[in-house]
């Protein structure tokens, strides 16, 4: 069993920058593919990054693509989501997550942490 608790969110303006951690426990991290999700008010929740287990892969929602970087570390069982010229349209709750294995589209990972609120304001 993973246990995955994100950390980092908050308020922040637009063209603002915010980085999100999510520290994973209970599973032997460097074999789990990670990624995070957002949901936003009154909306799915959707995919918005996720790399493989060495970090030498990574993958984008075409609309996070060259604002977003995620990254882990695989010694401090860490990933994280650095999140650069934030929109207000980016405003969500971010969650983290992971599976043994990735999918490039239509990914629904096993674990899941509790989310962590990001806000943009105009």
């Known amino acids: 069993q993973v246990h995955l608790v994100e950390s980092g969110g908050g308020l922040v303006q637009a063209g603002g920058s915010l980085r999100l951690s999510c520290v994973a426990s209970?599973?032997?991290?460097?074999?789990?593919?990670m990624g995070w999700f957002r949901q936003a008010p009154g909306k799915e929740r959707e995919f918005v990054a996720s790399?493989?287990?060495?970090?030498?892969?990574?993958y984008y929602t075409d609309s996070v693509k060259g604002r977003f970087t995620i990254s882990r570390d695989n010694a401090k069982n860490t990933v994280y989501l650095q999140m650069n010229s934030l929109k207000p349209e980016d405003t969500a709750i971010y969650y983290c997550?992971?599976?043994?294995?990735?999918?490039?589209?239509?990914?629904?990972?096993?674990?899941w942490g509790q989310g962590t609120q990001v806000t943009v304001s105009s």
């Open positions: 997550a992971a599976d043994l294995y990735l999918q490039i589209t239509g990914w629904a990972p096993e674990y």
């Open positions: 209970g599973g032997i991290f460097s074999r789990y593919a």
């Open positions: 790399t493989t287990w060495s970090g030498g892969a990574r």
